[in-house]
T-cell receptor, first 112, second 116 residues
């Protein structure tokens, strides 16, 4: 059974600092997604990572995928308050059903 | 394009009542899913559908029914509401056809359900 774990679960960081969120998953998969959720809102797609070694960047966020290590990272560079949100990774469970299994989320809080 | 729409946005039920959460998408997506979100537990898949007339169970299907008579609509029925079903419910759709982003989920705004 596919399990997806994120760490840390909660991250409080100062503006201007760098940090990385980790997403580990337990079985083979080659498709991984990152989502952002603002408080009381729905989920918004951030990145789609579709192969080993994939790297995507958008503004101060960069995501990467290592399928051999079953690990994805979401790196935050020079954090700003607007990045405060909960970030989820989601992994496709199998090649046929395309069901996404979500991690528990990382709640990021950026303070001045 | 309205994307994925859900109704109602908020609902309060008494234990034992039944209700249907509505979900519709106008993107001609094949796949649709229902998730529930509880604090500290991320999103858990309740039911999903890979096309009209085809549904299957997710991680937490007990107490919920679904049907998919059209490509656009995917209602979620609570048969006899229980306090444990208090949660935020999200409907999502994905293209589902061959293609690199075929399982990228697009989410509705959510329904906040409280069962007393």
């Amino acid at each position: 059974e596919l399990k997806v774990e994120q760490n840390p679960l909660f991250l409080s960081m100062q503006e201007g600092k760098n940090y990385t969120i980790y997403c580990n998953y337990s079985t083979t998969s080659d498709r991984l997604y990152w989502y952002r959720q603002d408080p009381g809102k729905s989920l918004e797609s951030l990145f789609v990572l579709l192969s080993n070694g994939a790297v995507k960047q958008e503004g101060r966020l960069m995501a990467s995928l290592d399928t051999k290590a079953r690990l994805s990272t979401l790196h935050i560079t020079a954090a700003v308050h607007d990045l405060s949100a909960t970030y989820f990774c989601a992994v496709v469970r199998s090649y046929n059903t395309d069901k996404l299994i979500f991690g528990t989320g990382t709640r990021l809080q950026v303070f001045p | 394009n309205a994307g994925v729409t859900q109704t109602p946005k908020f609902q309060v039920l008494k234990t034992g009542q039944s209700m249907t959460l509505q979900c519709a998408q106008d993107m001609n997506h094949e796949y649709m899913s229902w998730y529930r979100q509880d604090p500290g537990m991320g999103l858990r898949l309740i039911h999903y559908s890979v096309g009209a007339g085809i549904t299957d169970q997710g991680e937490v299907p007990n107490g919920y029914n679904v049907s998919r008579s059209t490509t656009e609509d995917f209602p979620l029925r609570l048969l006899s509401a229980a306090p444990s079903q208090t949660s935020v419910y999200f409907c999502a759709s994905s293209p589902g056809t061959s293609g690199r982003n075929r399982d990228e989920q697009f989410f509705g705004p959510g329904t906040r359900l409280t069962v007393l």
